[in-house]
């Protein structure tokens, strides 16, 4: 079974009232769907909460939003992350945005942590430094969430059985 805990802030500002709503219910969609094969937690995060404690503990950290209230912008801390977990693997979204195709995430997430083992890719190294520099391309922190990321020497022999994406 995959276990997903969900850290959701219980109050959010109006733009991402929407995200929240779509996140908790595609949660609730799934669960339901997988007739027992997915177990949902669902915390809600206060403010200075154990529970944000908690988040924190998974990498799960408030994302600073601003917005408006009645007439004032107000700065204000959210939550909206989950933890996927499997006994093969464990998966960490951080943060919910509001762009983020959440269904996407969703099941990326869940047939990561379901596969007994991550593929691994191998990204060649060039001068435009893609991988590792101080700085992965966006390109990369999306594959390493679901494929173990390295980075091959161009004058090296590649190991075919190490590879399992060529």
């Known amino acids: 079974p995959v276990h997903i805990q969900a850290f959701v802030s219980s109050s959010v ?17 799934y669960e339901r769907l997988a007739g027992g094969n997915i177990n949902v937690r669902y915390v809600n995060i206060e403010p200075f909460s154990e529970q944000a ?20 912008r107000a700065e204000e801390d959210v939550f909206l992350g989950a933890v996927f977990t499997t006994s093969f693997d464990e998966v960490i979204v951080p943060f919910f945005g509001a762009g983020t195709p959440i269904e996407y995430e969703l099941t ?36 390493k969430q679901q494929y173990n990321v390295e980075e091959v020497s161009p004058d090296s022999a590649i190991d075919a059985k190490k590879y399992d994406v060529l």
């Open 53 to 72: 404690d908690e988040a924190k503990l998974f990498g799960i950290n408030p994302v600073k939003i601003q917005s408006e209230r009645e007439g004032r």
């Open 108 to 143: 990326r997430s869940i047939r990561t942590v379901s596969n007994e083992k991550r593929l691994t890719l191998g990204i060649m190294r060039t001068d435009a430094e893609a991988i590792g520099a101080g700085r992965d391309w966006q390109i990369v922190t999306e594959l």
């Open 13 to 29: 500002p109006r733009e991402y009232v929407p995200v929240r709503k779509r996140l908790l219910g595609l949660l609730r969609q």
